[in-house]
């Protein structure tokens, strides 16, 4: 895991969901060799409660059921 400095943080406007990018780059390939990009996102506490809890009970990690909503959503090529 990388640490970011909170200047790396974009400032807080509104309570809202918020996304942004990260860029080390050391951020470890997946098993297809693809280049990734780090994600860093911001949501209620209710939300991550509910994202935590749904993975635990599907057994999938969390960053694995993110990149697959985030696929279906915005297809590739």
Do not use: W, Y
């Amino acid at each position: 895991m990388t640490e970011t400095s909170t200047n790396d943080r974009p400032a807080r406007s509104g309570t809202g969901p918020s996304l942004s990018l990260v860029e080390p780059a050391t951020v470890p390939s997946d098993r297809r060799g693809a280049v990734r990009r780090k994600l860093v996102i911001e949501v209620s506490s209710d939300l991550h409660q509910r994202i935590l809890s749904i993975c635990a009970t599907r057994r999938i990690p969390v960053n694995q059921a993110v990149r697959e909503v985030l696929e279906r959503s915005f297809p590739g090529k």
